[in-house]
């Protein structure tokens, strides 16, 4: 029996979880969990499965659930959540939080030698050289979520690092891939909270329609394999049936495909290297998907994709002004407060405008996010 902490249960990777792991009830166990202001959400997890510890944001949360589930210990705000991802009986920690606020958890977690499955792509783009020295330091797993680097490790397996040519990622395009620069201009937040392919979180959403979705993965894919940004390529593939390949070295491509169902990598990364049977995964049946097309991906149409390139190559504070930059003008997007391309605008005057520090440490790395939201906030909040 593996025990797992989930951080995030109530969001959209979290939620999912929960179902594989319900499903595999003969493997796999949830011990401790978090999750966020969502408390009725939350309460019907909690009637439906016994955990040992929970952590949510406020303390007054966490005082009233105690009278409904005093079996249960609850845990509150940035002190919980590293309580849950340390939870001693814990053999792996899902980190399915969404942005920033996930760097710490992780940390922890690795620390407490506990393998960790990553759905939040932020603390591998912000943090990646921190996790990747912890991670070789403690002598634990990182088995990412994120359907692309799942295909990606499963391309991988049996073969040697040495052998690998490229990584090609693929990406659907986002809400917008039909649309030209200039029709962006007007685009509304209901239009691209619509994904043509995968059902995900708002805040993901938007990414994959400004395609900075795809430039956090390619930072992603360069620290979980430690493949050159030269190496990895982004090829639109509208369909989202094949998640991501590898070329190799002799010329051959392995390729991963599958349903955009984010339980099958999911589940991968819970079981790894096993494939137990599951029968709520959503099965692709291959003669039914016709065609599958590719094309290259187009830097121009998607700046926000090579400014990620620029930004991962030059390292240093880059990265954290990048993701705190596009988190703060997400959100000032879906509170309807500035247009879909001033989320591109805020981003690059971000990137530009603060001065650029080689060697970060976690400190400079918590100062420079919040110097990045301020500089957000201050241009976009008007
Ligand atoms: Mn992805």
């Given at each position: 029996m593996k025990n797992i902490a989930v951080l995030g249960i109530t969001g959209s990777i979290g939620l999912q979880t929960f179902e594989?792991?319900?499903?595999?009830n003969n493997e796999l166990r949830i011990i401790a969990i978090s999750a966020g202001n969502n408390i009725d959400l939350l309460k019907e997890i909690l009637d439906d499965y016994f955990v040992e510890m929970v952590c949510v944001r406020s303390g007054s949360d966490a005082y009233q659930l105690k009278q409904i589930y005093p079996k249960i210990e609850f845990v509150f705000g940035d002190e919980g959540l590293i309580k849950v991802a340390t939870y001693s009986k814990a053999d792996l920690v899902v980190n399915a939080l969404v942005g920033f606020v996930g760097l710490r958890p992780t940390l922890a977690a690795i620390k407490a030698k506990k393998d960790v499955a990553l759905a939040n792509k932020e603390t591998l783009v912000v943090g990646g050289r921190l996790v990747k020295d912890a991670i070789a330091e403690y002598k634990v797993k990182l088995l990412p979520i994120d359907s692309e680097h799942s295909a990606i490790l499963q391309a991988l397996q049996g073969n040697e690092h040495s052998s690998i040519s490229k990584l090609i990622i693929t990406a659907s395009g986002g809400s917008f891939r039909d649309k030209t620069r200039d029709q962006?201009?007007?685009?509304?937040?209901?239009?691209?909270?619509?994904?043509p392919n995968?059902?995900?979180g708002a805040k993901i959403t938007i990414d994959s329609a400004t395609m900075m979705n795809k430039g956090l993965e390619v930072i992603e894919a360069h620290w979980l394999f430690d493949v050159d940004f030269?190496?990895?390529e982004v090829i639109m593939h509208p369909e989202s049936i094949i998640h991501s390949?590898?070329?190799?070295?002799?010329?051959?491509?392995i390729a991963q495909l599958g349903t955009p169902d984010m339980r099958i990598p999911i589940q991968y990364a819970l079981c790894y290297p096993k494939r137990p049977y599951s029968k709520i995964n959503s099965r692709l049946d291959i003669t039914k998907v016709g065609s599958l097309n590719f094309k290259a991906s187009d830097h121009h149409r998607f700046p926000l994709l090579r400014l990620a390139y620029e930004v991962g190559r030059l390292q240093g504070n880059l990265p954290t002004i990048?993701?705190?930059?596009?988190?703060?003008?997400?959100?000032?997007?879906?509170?309807?407060k500035i247009k879909f391309?001033?989320?591109?605008d805020l981003i690059m005057q971000a990137c530009s405008e603060i001065p650029f520090v080689a060697?970060?440490?976690i400190e400079d790395i918590f100062y420079y996010d919040k110097i990045a939201r301020q500089l957000v906030q201050q241009k976009g909040g008007y």
């Open positions: 594989v792991i319900k499903e595999l962006l201009k007007e685009v509304s937040k209901e239009q691209a909270l619509k994904h995968w059902s995900m030269d190496d990895i390949m590898v070329e190799f070295k002799d010329g051959a491509i990048m993701n705190a930059a596009n988190e703060e003008a997400v959100s000032l997007f879906l509170a309807d391309l001033q989320i591109e060697e970060v440490d």
